[in-house]
């Protein structure tokens, strides 16, 4: 019986350290990586922003965003709008990279990431589209 319970107890950690390894990371880390990532993405946020909140751009569930529905963007808009999108992906990447590698542990990139796409979510204003753990489309 307590071997028993050894082992489910020893599961049960073994499920559980992504999330504890992702508690113990410092987000908030500061590098000139990661300042230089975070000021590029807060200007492209500048310009992103309408698109947002038209729905036309959405926040993935992967923490990154995705052009939602194409047909918001005015034809001539959508090529330079796919630019932003593809950009801000690259940078947010970057991003979860950066910070893994900043403290010590590259292979918490995943696990910062969902935690990231959580964030992201939070931060989002009402109206703004992200998808579900599903992956289905829901507004804010």
Same mark, same amino acid.
């Given at each position: 019986?307590?071997? &028993?319970?050894?082992?489910?107890? +020893?599961?049960? %950690?073994? !499920? ?6 992702? $508690?113990?990371?410092? *987000? ?32 993935? &569930?992967?923490?990154?965003?995705? +052009?939602?529905? %194409?047909? !918001? ?6 090529? $330079?709008?796919?630019? *932003? ?56």
């Amino acid at each position: 019986m307590h071997s &028993r319970i050894l082992r489910l107890w +020893m599961v049960a %950690a073994l !499920l559980w350290m992504p999330l504890l390894a992702c $508690a113990a990371a410092d *987000l908030e880390i500061n590098t000139p990586a990661i300042g230089s990532l975070k000021m590029t993405m807060q200007q492209r946020h500048d310009q992103l922003a309408g698109h947002y909140a038209s729905g036309a751009v959405g926040l993935t &569930r992967d923490g990154l965003i995705a +052009m939602r529905d %194409a047909a !918001l963007v005015p034809l001539a808009q959508r090529q $330079a709008v796919n630019g *932003l999108v593809a950009a801000e992906n690259q940078d947010r990447q970057a991003l979860y990279r950066e910070i893994a590698r900043a403290n010590g542990h590259p292979e918490w990139e995943e696990e910062i990431r969902s935690t990231f796409a959580q964030r992201w979510v939070q931060k989002a204003a009402p109206g703004w589209w992200h998808q579900n753990q599903s992956g289905a489309w829901v507004r804010k």
